[in-house]
């Protein structure tokens, strides 16, 4: 059974920085992609990042790109979300969730993530 659990959320000033995790057990993290996503009050679910297994190629969605950075600790059976400049408009439920092991090689396939953690709140506000 695949267990993720997220946390790292909080409420922070717009231009700050979070990073939020994403810890995996009862299986190996390495064995899959693991992406980030994010769903804001009345939107969408949204695809922000994610990581290939073993390969680590990245992939982030433009409304983030240069301000947040995806990675692996695999001692750890964690990846990480950092995200630094944020902005009002990050304010969102962060979950992530496991694919195919090389799914997240240049663009992010929403259709094939799965095994989804509770997800954690992102709050940016004055």
């Known amino acids: 059974q695949v267990q993720l659990v997220e946390s790292g959320g909080g409420l922070v000033q717009p231009g700050g920085s979070l990073r939020l995790s994403c810890a995996a057990s009862?299986?190996?993290?390495?064995?899959?992609?693991i992406g980030w996503f994010r769903q804001a009050p009345g939107k969408e679910r949204e695809g922000v990042s994610c990581?290939?297994?073993?390969?680590?190629?990245?992939y982030y969605a433009d409304s983030v790109k240069g301000r947040f950075t995806i990675s692996r600790d695999n001692a750890k059976n964690t990846v990480y979300l950092q995200m630094n400049s944020l902005k009002p408009e990050d304010t969102a439920v962060y979950y992530c969730?496991?694919?195919?092991?090389?799914?997240?090689?240049?663009?992010?396939?929403?259709?094939?993530?799965?095994?989804w953690g509770q997800g954690t709140q992102v709050t940016v506000s004055s």
């Open positions: 009862r299986f190996t993290l390495d064995y899959y992609s």
């Open positions: 969730s496991t694919a195919p092991r090389h799914a997240c090689i240049a663009t992010m396939p929403t259709a094939l993530f799965g095994s």
């Open positions: 990581i290939s297994s073993s390969l680590g190629s990245t």
